[in-house]
Nanobody, 117 residues
């Protein structure tokens, strides 16, 4: 029904930058909240940032001031601009979204971000 495809992951040195993008497609007219999460092996998936349909944003303390989330509702995309990357940012990054009037949350397949020291 809804598909999410992430792109933009890769290998970067500490202090470098990456921009992740996520494109949503499927049968929907509007998107509620869109977000980015990350997960490392052996740990729970954690919230990185989310942005509501009104543009309100929220960030994990560990990324505040370094990451910026944005969305384009004309293209059904959500991006995550990451600067000053640290080795501890290494993880698989997932985007997600929910639709108005439902309790369903949709996830992408994930994209690997590796930050070398």
């Amino acid at each position: 029904q809804v598909q999410l495809v992430e792109s933009g992951g890769g290998l970067v040195q500490a202090g470098g930058s990456l921009r992740l993008s996520c494109a949503a497609s499927g049968r929907f007219s509007r998107i509620n909240t869109m977000g980015w999460y990350r997960q490392v092996p052996g740990k729970q998936r954690e919230l990185v940032a989310f942005i509501t349909s009104r543009g309100t944003t929220n960030y994990a303390d560990s990324v505040k001031g370094r990451f910026t989330i944005s969305r384009d509702d004309t293209k059904n995309t959500v991006d995550l601009q990451m600067i000053s990357l640290k080795p501890e940012d290494t993880a698989v990054y997932y985007c997600n979204l929910d639709l108005p009037g439902t309790r369903l949350v949709y996830w992408g397949q994930g994209t690997q971000v590796t930050v070398s020291s």
